[in-house]
Structure formats: C-alpha cells, structure tokens
C-alpha cells in the first residue's frame, strides 16, 4: 500500500502497537489513581417524576426518560458491592482504554493510569456507594461486549459512552443522561464527503459493532434514504478500530458519536468532522435490569455530579475538542418515568 496513505499518530506502526496494548488490558485494569474530584453534594434538587410508560411505547428520542427517581436507599445490588471484603472490597466497572479524554490511559503518568471524562465520574459514584473514589476495579470492556458484561455480572456497572436506546433497555437498565451527544462522520480532511449525505454513496464506511452507528445506517439503508452503493460491512469491535482502518486507507469514512469523532481528530490532524450531527442520543451508565437499588443510587449521584463535578470535568477532559461552550453536550433535565 502506498505510504502517503498511512496518517496521523506517528503512522499505523504506532496503531497496531496501540492497539495490541488495548488487547492486553481487556482482562482487568487495577485502579491506582487519585480521583480528581470531592465527595459529591446531597442536597440534590427538585426533579421531574412521572409514571410509567406503557410497555411497547418507547421510542428512542424518549428513552433517556426511562429510568427510576432518585434514592440513597441501599438494596441488595448495593449491598453485594458493599459486602466485598478486603481488597476485592471495590467497585467494578466497564470502561473503555482507548478513547481519547474519555477513558485512556495517560502514557506520561506512573502506570498509565486511566483518566478521562467516564472515569471521573467512575470516581464520583465509588466516592458515594463505598466512601473511597478509588475502590474501584476497572475492566475494559469492547463496544461490542458492553452489554454482556452487565448480563452476565462480570462489572457491577458500564460506564463507556453507552447511548440509551430503547432495544437496550430491553437488555439492561440505563441510568438519568449525563451527556448529550449525536452521530456524526469523521472522514480525511481532503475527501469529497461533506456528511451524512449523497456524498457517501460508493464509499466504505466503519462502524463498531452493536453501536447506535451501526443501526442507523443499516435502518437508513433500508429505508433508502442511505445511497445503495454505500459499503456499511466494515464493523470492528472497538470504535478506536475504525480510525485506524480509516488510517490504512481500508476505508472512506467513520461514523461515531461526534464527541468520540471530536477526540479521533485531535489524536490524527489529517482527519476531521464532515457536516453537522444527523441524530441526538444520550450516554447513560448501564446496570442490571433488575438492579433497581443500583439505579437509583447511581441517579442520586448525578443529581448532585450535574451541580458540582460535571463542569470541571468537561473544562479538564473535552473543552479542548469540544469547544469551552457546553451547552451542546450538557444532559436535559432528567425525568424518572420508570416505576419499577
């Protein structure tokens, strides 16, 4: 292949090296670091709650609304966690290694520790449930496994830049939003493509597997109002993946939540966002479906994390490729329609 086709990050050497240190880390990531934040605020503030939504209703504009009130009540999930002994005494938690100022590890601190916006308030939510923002276990966790590690009790939690959408919570329980995002293409700076337009058709694009990425283009595909001709076959297990298949020239284009598109660009100048957000989702920390206690526990912290923690987190990790403004990226006011 030819070399001019090799960009960014020191060219694709660097990737494949990356890449197989991501693979290393899959089975268990120790937690080490300091967290950067204080023992939340439990005032709390006055929240919207309404009933139930009737089964077979929910669409995916409103999912974010499905979720329980507020409570500081322990139940038996908090109690599994607080019953751990020793140094097994932690809470676990998926989370991603390879998303640049969401969760990644640092290279120039002692041990790569993991840093980022997720695991901030991985931090937050330990500081509350276990009184230490350090007692946690961090296991990385592909795209593609997010939701069996839930079901199948490997992690206690996700917190992985998980949009909720209603087939999901089918599979799993999904906390209040903490942040507001959309699906957009990330593509070479010197491509014709424009965006989620005409401009894709007879081109490749890549996408993770399981992600909302992959679902819209596939529903856009059938619907037709996606070109016949654009190639949607390239998925991968972790979205980081597709840069680097964007980088080898296997492929035209990426789609991924715009805030992780956002951290692609900053790591590869070569690259950039091609038109504006084509959807609005919201990333929420996933649980066990019937881990209602855990639920709420981890709803009573963001009411206290969207007051103090949330902000500075977003200065620290994201104002840099999202801009000093928030506003776009700040979660709505959450509403607790689930019951039960």
Not at 20 to 44: E, K, Y
Not at 164 to 176: E, H, K, P
Not at 207 to 234: E, N, R
Request: proline share 5%.
């Amino acid at each position: 292949m030819d070399a001019s086709r090799l960009r960014g990050w020191g060219g694709v050497g660097t990737m494949a090296v990356l890449c197989a240190l991501a693979l290393a880390f899959v089975l268990l990531l120790p937690c080490t670091q300091i967290a950067h934040h204080h023992t939340p605020d439990r005032s709390g503030q006055q929240l919207a709650e309404g009933s139930q939504v009737r089964a077979g209703s929910c669409q995916d504009s409103e999912a974010q609304k499905q979720t329980l009130a507020p409570s500081g009540a322990d139940g038996p999930a908090v109690d599994a966690i607080k019953a751990r002994e020793g140094a097994r005494r932690k809470l676990i938690v998926g989370v991603d290694q390879n998303s640049y100022r969401w969760g990644y590890r640092k290279p120039d601190t002692e041990g790569a520790r993991l840093e980022g916006f997720d695991i901030d308030l991985v931090h937050r939510i330990a500081q509350d449930i276990l009184g230490d923002p350090n007692a946690v276990q961090f296991k990385a966790i592909p795209t593609n496994q997010r939701i069996s590690a839930i079901q199948d009790g490997r992690v206690d939690m996700v917190v992985r830049t998980m949009t909720i959408t209603c087939d999901r919570l089918g599979q799993v329980a999904f906390s209040a939003p903490y942040f507001k995002t959309g699906q957009q293409v990330l593509a070479p700076k010197s491509s014709s493509i424009t965006g989620y337009n005409d401009t894709l058709a007879h081109k490749k694009v890549c996408t993770a597997t399981g992600s909302t990425g992959y679902a819209k283009l596939d529903a856009d595909k059938k619907a037709g109002t996606l070109p016949a001709s654009t190639d949607i076959s390239t998925t991968v297990p972790n979205q980081l993946d597709c840069l680097v298949r964007l980088q080898l020239g296997e492929v035209d284009a990426v789609v991924t939540d715009g805030a992780l598109a956002a951290s692609q660009a900053a790591q590869d100048p070569t690259v950039e966002l091609k038109g504006a957000p084509f959807t609005t989702e919201y990333y929420g920390v996933a649980m066990k479906k019937d881990a209602s206690d855990l639920v709420r526990r981890v709803n009573r912290v963001l009411v206290a994390y969207r007051t103090s923690g949330w902000q500075a987190s977003y200065d620290t990790w994201l104002s840099a490729t999202l801009g000093k403004d928030s506003s776009a990226s700040e979660p709505p006011a959450p509403q607790y329609l689930r019951t039960s």
